[in-house]
């Protein structure tokens, strides 16, 4: 059973920028399409953004610009990047991991239902 630890959550202004990592448990997600999850304060999780195993990437509309996910396989961990925070950025982010590969083709990929393997999230808070 693969299991995901997200990290490097925490409290920014307005403005700042945070860097977040997912790493698996005892198992190498290099040919998973993983994705990032983001789940404000009372409301729905929706997707942030997409990258499969060659590194081609989707972005939600609310990420594009300001956010960038990428992988580094050799060391078996994925990120986030999330530059120009805004108050509404603040929350839950998830990573979660496709070991299929289909959610990475897919037009549903935001709803997040396809991916098999979830984290547990970081916070994120942004005053």
């Known amino acids: 059973h693969v299991q995901l630890v997200e990290s490097g959550g925490g409290s920014v202004q307005t403005g700042g920028s945070l860097r977040l990592s997912c790493v698996p448990s005892?198992?190498?997600?290099?040919?998973?399409?993983l994705g990032w999850f983001h789940q404000p304060p009372g409301k729905d999780r929706e997707g942030v953004a997409i990258?499969?195993?060659?590194?081609?990437?989707i972005y939600a509309d609310s990420a594009k610009g300001r956010f960038t996910i990428s992988r580094d396989n050799e060391k078996n961990t994925l990120y986030l990047e999330m530059d120009s925070l805004k108050v509404e950025d603040g929350g839950t982010y998830y990573c979660?991991?496709?070991?299929?590969?289909?959610?990475?083709?897919?037009?549903?990929?935001?709803?997040?239902?396809?991916?098999?393997?979830w984290g547990h999230g970081t916070q994120v808070t942004v005053s």
């Open positions: 990258i499969d195993n060659e590194g081609s990437k």
């Open positions: 005892g198992y190498t997600f290099s040919s998973y399409c």
């Open positions: 979660a991991a496709d070991p299929w590969a289909y959610e990475c083709s897919s037009q549903f990929w935001t709803r997040g239902n396809g991916f098999e393997f």
